[in-house]
């Protein structure tokens, strides 16, 4: 009995610890990556702004509901064994240049996802800037240390050049 109360004792401390580093990461953070792909700046707005089609791609996506727009933006929720459904909204379209989505319902991180397409020489470059929140600080030490703040959208730039058949390497900007 002495050990399952050290343990419990142990844990519960763990925790603490976890929430008061937590508290100590602020509660907000700018991350972004870059890829180039091989395909025109129009083929890559397709597949980023064809909401349906995203489930073909993204491995962890299982489902995308159109919902009614808000104040004339776009609506959805996306579903996904990583994240569960996410309500998400297109706050500016600029074809096929540059997009602004954000996360618009959820209670323990938020933000915006602005999306820029650049014209190269053998195709286009994109740029993902997150400005995120996290909310809870038990969250936010996951995010900052074993996530990180990229990890997401890495995922999805490799996603996105396996459905053009390309093997894309993100980096920083």
Known sequence: MKWVLIALGVIVGLILLIGLVGMLIPKAHVASRKARF??????????ITDLQGQTSWRTSLTKVERLPDRDGNAVWRETSRRTGPL????????PPHRMVSQIVDNKSFGGTWTYEITPTDSGCELTITERGEIYNPIFRVFARFVFGYTATM???MKQLGTKFGEAIVPQAP
């Open 38 to 47: 091989n395909q025109t700046p129009e083929t890559v707005w397709d597949a």
């Open 154 to 156: 890495e995922t999805y």
């Open 87 to 94: 309500t998400m909204m297109i706050m500016t379209s600029d």
